[in-house]
């Protein structure tokens, strides 16, 4: 079982069994949200926020080519309803200026959705839209070192 704490891992396999233990956790652990499961991912650029979305997503039975949302800001995949859910949704707000932009996405919607799932990149960027259930991954990397380790915090 995937606790709240501080996990380390020196390579993408480790990094993607903390994904599929993330996400089998919000699976089990399912309330009876009033809307979408959302899941924000801060860390700086290329600390493994889309590596760690891209594994969720495989997880969920995601098909085909998972790619980020940095240039279209949003990315909808069909899920085969695993846990009631119907759809991933994958947003990268690093571009956005303030949560207005990311409601013109019709962002209230996805959230009301209990069907929906949302791992959203660079949540700080709209904290003020991001619902008071998500749950949260600070990444960090670092690369001094002789081998490259990633540091997930999760809340």
């Known amino acids: 079982m995937l606790k709240k704490g501080v996990k380390t891992t020196k390579s993408p396999k480790e990094t993607a069994e903390i994904a599929r233990a993330f996400v089998d956790k919000l699976l089990k652990n399912k309330k009876n949200n009033k809307g979408a499961l959302v899941v924000g991912l801060s860390g700086e650029l290329g600390a493994g926020k889309t590596t760690f979305t891209k594994t969720a997503a495989r997880h969920l039975g995601v098909k085909g080519k ?13 899920l085969k309803k695993i846990g009631g859910y119907k759809f991933l949704f994958h947003l990268d707000a690093y571009r956005l200026k303030n949560e207005k932009e990311l409601l013109s996405l019709g962002w209230e919607e996805i959230i009301h959705g209990k069907e929906n799932i949302v791992f959203i ?11 008071v259930s998500a749950k949260f991954i600070y990444i960090s990397h670092d690369v001094s070192g002789a081998e490259s380790q990633r540091k997930f915090r999760l809340k």
């Open 121 to 131: 990149e660079w949540p700080e960027n709209v904290k003020k839209a991001m619902p």
């Open 66 to 78: 998972i790619s980020s949302p940095t240039f279209v800001i949003i990315k909808k995949y069909p």
